[in-house]
């Protein structure tokens, strides 16, 4: 949520920020503005009341001490009260839909990034080199089924398109991702979360995903009660709401947090030809990770999520890419992202396999997540999230970079501990 001080002040600028997002909400802005001064008058009118209605009530004492008649009084009273009365459901109807539009905004963009889409987003530094084979290299889609790691058939029986099944060594090939992965944040001080994998509303409320994007994940709903839950799409939608409606003390920041869990997502809409198998799925691995900082020291947060998302691609041993995207491409939530890419052949390009954001004080202010500073002032901190890693992406593309000649592939040195020591994968005979 944006700070409402910001929007009084200098609306325009609101305006042009928000324009680089190719999110035009002048008229939205221009309806917020109406209403917080319809709700700033309406409440200084009711409290107004209020006070003469106190200062009328604390007279009738000296009145009848006095002699004097209390009726006019008395009545007048009333009158307050009933005003008061009225006016309550107006304030309400006024501070809700005033609510709603502050919420439907997206975060404003940092100002040094380009506007527009993905047709302006900066590589700006490339690590390693492309992979080029001596021979038609395979599709990770046949490696996996030639190495019988994963099961797509028998996946999309159990739960549809969009669904597989790891099997045998791709298991453990998976969980030794993940464990490289979590050795990696707890060797660097992270705190190592697992959260409810079924969340409440407000927890998407909080991290900027609902309402806009509340159809693109998976609802739940108790058969015996009311209660509405829904699958975490990606962990960051509870680490945000870690701190919700809390005071954290200056004393306590940076926290620095990770978490795996299982991402749930709706993919509407057909795959194209180039991303068959896992490149798109409803269910896909994923180790977040996140920080809570006091707001000066979120640019250095943000190039330390940074940093250790590459070392991570790195140690793999992968030609990937950094790119920061334009305002357009970072999600409503965020005012800076950069995308870790890395290259899998049979695509014939990069796709992301870490976001790294800066949701600077948005996230806080939706859930009331604020810091307290050592001489006692109170504001917003700010958040932070990047993945660390997502494997759906990182499996295709370790199959397809360390693929040799005849089928087989190289692990990669950082995962063979998990492994017992296996150092290629061979087919079964």
């Known amino acids: 949520m944006l700070d409402i001080r910001l929007i ?49 009530s604390k007279s009738i004492p000296q009145i009848k001490k006095n002699g004097g008649n209390i009726q006019e009084v008395l009545a007048h009273v009333s009158e307050l009260k009933e005003a008061i009365r009225q006016s309550e459901p ?34 700006i530094r490339f690590f390693g080199e492309p992979k080029v ?30 669904f597989w099944i790891y ?35 407000q927890c998407g409320l909080t991290a900027g995903q609902f309402p806009k994007f509340a159809d693109e994940v998976y609802k739940i709903e108790n058969p015996t009660d009311d209660r509405v839950h829904y699958m975490l799409p990606t962990a960051e939608a509870a680490l945000a ?31 194209r030809s180039d991303e068959r198998g896992m490149v798109r799925g409803h269910q896909f691995n994923k180790v977040e990770m996140f920080q809570f900082t006091m707001p000066e020291a979120s640019d250095e947060a943000f190039e330390e999520l940074v940093t250790k998302a590459e070392a991570l691609v790195k140690g793999l041993g992968f030609h990937f890419r950094t790119v920061k995207l334009a305002a357009a491409d970072c999600s409503a939530s965020m005012a800076r992202t950069y995308d870790i890419e890395i290259s899998i052949p049979s695509m014939n390009g990069y796709k992301e396999v870490s976001s790294v954001s800066n949701a600077r004080d948005y996230q806080a202010r939706r859930g009331n997540i604020r810091c307290r500073r050592a001489d006692g002032k109170v504001e917003y901190l700010h958040t932070l999230n990047g993945s660390g890693l997502a494997t759906s992406r990182i499996l295709p593309a370790l199959v397809e970079q360390n693929q040799l000649k005849d089928g087989s592939v190289v692990i990669p040195e950082v995962l063979r501990k998990y492994l017992g020591g296996i150092e290629v994968l061979t087919a079964e005979k």
């Not at 990696?184 to 190592?192: K, Q, V």
């Open 133 to 162: 084979f001596d021979f038609e290299p395979k599709h990770h889609v046949d490696l996996c089924n030639n190495l019988g790691l994963i099961d797509y058939d028998r996946g999309t029986m159990l739960a549809g398109s969009g």
């Open 167 to 201: 099997r045998g060594m791709g298991a453990r090939l998976e969980w030794a991702l993940l464990n490289y992965f979590m050795d990696t944040h707890l060797a660097d001080g992270y705190e190592m979360i697992l959260p409810p994998h079924m969340l409440e509303y």
């Open 90 to 123: 107006q304030l309400k109807a006024i501070e809700d839909e005033f609510r709603n539009l502050m919420l439907s905004l997206p975060n404003l963009p940092d100002e040094d990034l380009l506007p527009g889409g993905k047709e302006n987003n900066q590589p």
């Open 8 to 56: 009084r002040e200098n609306p325009e600028k609101v305006k042009e920020l928000l324009l680089r997002k190719e999110y035009d909400a002048s008229e939205t802005i221009d309806k917020i503005l109406t209403l917080d001064q319809q709700r700033r008058d309406l409440i200084a009118k009711t409290e107004g009341w209020k006070a003469e209605q106190n200062a009328a």
């Open 241 to 271: 709401s870690l701190y919700r409606d809390e005071i954290v003390p200056e004393s306590e920041l940076p926290k620095k947090l990770f978490s795996y869990t299982p991402c749930f997502r709706r993919e509407a809409g057909s795959y």
